[in-house]
């Protein structure tokens, strides 16, 4: 590769689920990558819209999995090529050097993964609260959230045991094994995730809803009800 990178790689994984009106434009997004050699893996969990057929075109690689994001992740990564794994949500895009800049995050000895703070695309003006406050809890915290598309090194990421295959909260539980490697690189570029899922169920009431369940998830509720109640309010 060029730009000092060699052969380094990035394999981005993609899981997801009746995701068919917007695949094309997430894929789409990411053809400058695979063109600079990076590899793009979608993992299906069950798809009823054509997703598979959609994404075959414009991926390395679409597998099959049980139904399950943190399951659908484990799977793309088990099958990934490259030295560093993202793990990017279908309604997210990347900044355009999204590997230039996860090459230099993880490129030393200090760091083995890390997240891009989020912008929310949408109506609502608080949504613009909600991605300040979600970035700032993440610097705080060293909690990456699934919307931040979290990457690792693909040696580091074996060592903690990938994501927790739970119903919910995995990428809370993942933020927690893989700081006992290293604290994570807060990427200040952003990637733009969409807000649909807060304008659906409305912006506030969403707010509240989400920590509910992490303050439940924290005093030990377990994932399998907490996925009961997420699915209740989608």
């Known amino acids: 590769m060029n730009d000092g990178m060699n052969a380094w790689r990035l394999s981005i994984v993609i899981p997801v689920l009746d995701e068919a009106p917007c695949i094309v434009a997430a894929l789409q ?4 990558l695979r063109a600079r050699g990076h590899e793009v893996i979608v993992v299906d969990g069950g798809s009823a819209d054509g997703t598979p057929a959609l994404a075959a075109p ?3 690689r679409v ?4 139904t399950g994001r943190a399951v659908q992740m484990n799977c793309g990564a088990a099958a990934a090529c490259g030295d560093v794994l993202l793990f ?3 309604d997210t895009r990347l900044p355009a050097d999204a590997d230039h800049l996860v090459h230099e995050a993880v490129a030393g000895e200090k760091h083995c993964w890390g997240r891009f703070d989020v912008r929310i695309e949408g109506r609502s003006p608080l949504l613009a609260v909600v991605a300040f406050f979600m970035n700032w809890r993440s610097r705080l915290t060293g909690i990456a959230t699934g919307d931040q598309a979290i990457f690792a090194a693909r040696e580091a990421f074996a060592r903690a045991g990938g994501f927790p295959e739970i119903a919910l ?15 994570p690189v807060s990427l ?3 990637a733009v995730t969409s807000g649909r899922r807060w304008e659906r ?18 005093f030990g509720a377990r994932p399998e009800e907490l996925a009961r109640l997420y699915a209740k309010q989608a």
């Open 58 to 60: 414009l991926a390395d």
């Open 88 to 90: 990017l949500h279908a």
């Open 169 to 183: 909260m995995e990428d809370i539980a993942f933020s927690k094994r893989m700081k006992k490697l290293s604290q």
């Open 29 to 32: 997004a990411l053809q400058r």
């Open 201 to 218: 169920r409305g912006t506030i009431r969403t707010i509240f809803f989400m920590w509910r369940l992490r303050l439940a998830y924290f």
């Open 63 to 66: 597998l099959d999995s049980p």
């Open 188 to 190: 200040r570029e952003v």
